[in-house]
């Protein structure tokens, strides 16, 4: 045996068979070992992926004045829903939910290929998100328009522009980052394209501009969902957000930013010159201030 060894390495073909062998089965190693590694990293951000998801999802149900048995239930079952979209399943999900906290977390177990050789049968993955709900205090996006702060109704009309002034010189426009109809107009159909928050100071457009409060019908025809009041997506271009305010105007004025409102726009019920709005509550993208729950714009945010 030996003998015939010693002769294969001295038969260059031989040796060199030999080296290529080794090399296959290092290689396959390799490849073997990189299949398993990659299928747990894969599994893993798969898996922070539907956590994360399901966090935020559950922890937009607890906008909501007090917390229920019947709230938690609810969060509960919303994260499990969007986890399992995302790829995990009913059993490999846990979730916490304290006051307006909620943490969810999830295991799976992945089964190796390679690394069975070595005795390691599978390997087990997690990952955990931990988010809260609250008021949204600034906004990217919004409407060049204003309201009074003042209580109002779910489903009420409200006039978000006037055809007549609300007060003297004033129609209820803004002037965002620049005077005018045409900046008025762009900042109507695209939104401001700046962030401005609860505090901030807004300078008003006064006049009618009935031909520029046209753009708001251009808004509404990018929304190709036939969205409604009562059913209509999150990011709607017919969901404006309006900046409310308290002070007094008169002519060009300024305002100060008391909250945010949200009006779903219908023309139907408007005139030429004005913009007549549903009262809203929709979940959306902003900095979320955990102190401000149940608010009409609200989103969640994840602390860990």
Known sequence: MGKNIRQLLNNEKGFSLIIVGISMVFLLGIVGMISDFGNIMLTRQKLINAVDSGALAGSLVLNVNQISPDIEAKAMEKVHQVCIMNGATENEVFVEIVDRTISVSATKT????????????????????TALTGGIDSYLGIAPLSIKD????????????????DSPGNFGALALAGKGASNYKNNLINGFSQEV??????????????????????????CLDGCTYDNFKPGCPKALIIPMFDNSLQGRDEIIITNFAVFFVDRAISESDEIMGYFVRMASNGTVNPSRYNSDLYSARLIK
């Open 110 to 129: 992945v089964t190796m290929i390679f690394l069975k050789i070595f005795g390691i049968e599978n390997h087990q993955v997690s990952a955990q998100a």
């Open 150 to 165: 003042q209580p109002l109704t779910y489903g009420e009309i409200s006039s978000l522009k006037f055809g007549l002034p």
């Open 197 to 222: 928050s609860i505090g901030e100071i807004l300078m008003t457009e006064p006049g009618n501009m009935s031909g520029p409060t046209d753009g708001i019908d251009e808004r509404i025809n990018k």
